[in-house]
Nanobody, 125 residues
Framework: QVQLVESGGGLVQAGGSMRLSCVPS????????VGWFRQVPGKEREFVAA?????????YYADSVKGRFTVSRDNAKNTVYLQMDSLKPEDTAVYYC?????????????????WGQGTQVTVSS
């Protein structure tokens, strides 16, 4: 079983930046696709971004964050990042990372088997 831990959340002003990190309990992350999702109370967990295995040559973004968020991986540090720039109040949510060696769907919650507990991101006006 894979355990994931997100970090880097907190409070930021609109227009600011924040970087989230996701680290696994396994010794290496390179075999896993990693997705980022977010959720607000009363709504479905929604896709944000994803990155492919190994070099992370393929990335995927929701239209709502394209051009503002960047997902990347640093295999030497065994970490996947979500860089968030030009943050808006509507980006406020609990952010989760998810991982799977072969996701059934890389842009939906049901595609991943392993999930972290989430980190709160709050963007003020």
């Amino acid at each position: 079983q894979v355990q994931l831990v997100e970090s880097g959340g907190g409070l930021v002003q609109a227009g600011g930046s924040m970087r989230l990190s996701c680290v696994p309990s396994t010794s290496t992350f390179i075999h896993y696709y990693v997705g980022w999702f977010r959720q607000v109370p009363g709504k479905e967990r929604e896709f944000v971004a994803a990155i492919s295995r190994w070099s992370g040559s393929r990335t995927y973004y929701a239209d709502s964050v394209k051009g503002r968020f960047t997902v990347s991986r640093d295999n030497a540090k065994n970490t996947v990042y979500l860089q968030m720039d030009s943050l808006k109040p509507e980006d406020t949510a609990v952010y989760y990372c998810a991982a799977d060696m072969s996701p059934s769907d890389r842009t939906t919650t049901n595609g991943y088997n392993y999930w972290g507990q989430g980190t709160q991101v709050t963007v003020s006006s």
